[in-house]
């Protein structure tokens, strides 16, 4: 969610007027602020019980290098080289605990979470200069999964859920040539952003949320609960296609009906 903080320099530099870059500082300043609010308390506590200086968390480490190694496939979601899930009888975070303990091996010693954290981003990065070509690929693989119509899941599946809720599985179902909700929104949002691209600064909010959005997930990956926070706002774009479709489809039929009344006057 940080990089959304990219929105407010961006619809004030958009908006324009003389005092643009006031306006961009200002609210930006302010902006900046109020994240640094909840963040703080947990940037300042990570020094306290961990000796290490951690910003809120050290996971998104593993997290890219699933998503970018020369291993990754762009659905699978587990730590290559890893071990099992259950050990000694008790649930084990499988990624964070074998990205540590890999790391570890690297290191030949016991290592920070901050060390952890930059070892698995320098892996993932150094797979991805190495062959292009294939970077290139997965993320384009990752993008049409990010937009396609069913749920990708990782460690629960939302259709599952489904087949023993009546609620659940009215809203969200799929078939083999279709997915429910997802199948329709996308198509309907895409609409929406077709028409709200005329518009000069009325969109750019959501348009830059889900682009900011949809580009930080894909570096990443993908799946179902990373692409949630996408849907309220989908579905704003998707409810003012529809309304906009309509009006262009009626004022086509209304166009058309005086250009031929017109013709027979004539």
């Known amino acids: 969610m940080l990089p959304l903080v990219l929105i407010v320099s961006l619809y004030h530099l958009l908006k324009g007027g003389h005092d643009k870059y006031k306006r961009i500082l200002r609210f930006g300043i302010i902006y900046i602020v109020g994240l640094l609010i909840p963040i703080l308390p947990v940037t300042v506590r990570n020094p306290a019980v961990a000796d290490d200086a951690v910003l809120i968390s050290a996971q998104g480490r593993a997290n890219f290098y699933i998503g970018n190694s020369r291993y990754a496939d762009s659905l699978t979601v587990v730590m290559p080289l890893a071990g099992a899930v259950f050990e000694g009888g008790e649930f084990d975070d499988n990624i964070h605990s074998q990205s540590v303990s890999l790391a570890k091996k690297a290191y030949g010693r016991d290592v920070r979470e901050s060390e952890v954290s930059s070892y698995w981003y320098r892996q993932a990065l150094s797979d991805m200069v190495a062959d292009p070509a294939r970077t290139a690929l997965l993320l ?8 396609h119509g069913q749920e990708i899941f990782n460690n629960k599946s939302l259709y599952y859920a489904g087949e023993y809720s009546a609620l659940m599985g009215l809203a969200i179902w799929k078939t083999d040539f279709f997915n429910f909700p997802s199948g329709l929104l996308f198509p309907l949002m895409f609409i ?14 959501p348009l830059a949320y889900i682009g900011i959005y949809s580009i930080v997930v894909i570096m990443f990956f993908v799946c179902a609960r990373f692409r949630q926070p996408i849907v309220p706002v989908a579905i704003i774009l998707a409810s003012y296609g529809i309304i906009e479709l309509y009006q262009t489809i009626r004022k086509r039929k209304r166009d058309g009906y005086c250009r031929c009344v017109y013709s027979s006057f004539r």
């Open 140 to 147: 384009a693989k990752k993008a049409l999964y990010f937009w």
């Open 192 to 205: 929406g952003v077709v028409f709200a691209l005329r518009q000069k600064t009325k969109f750019v909010v």
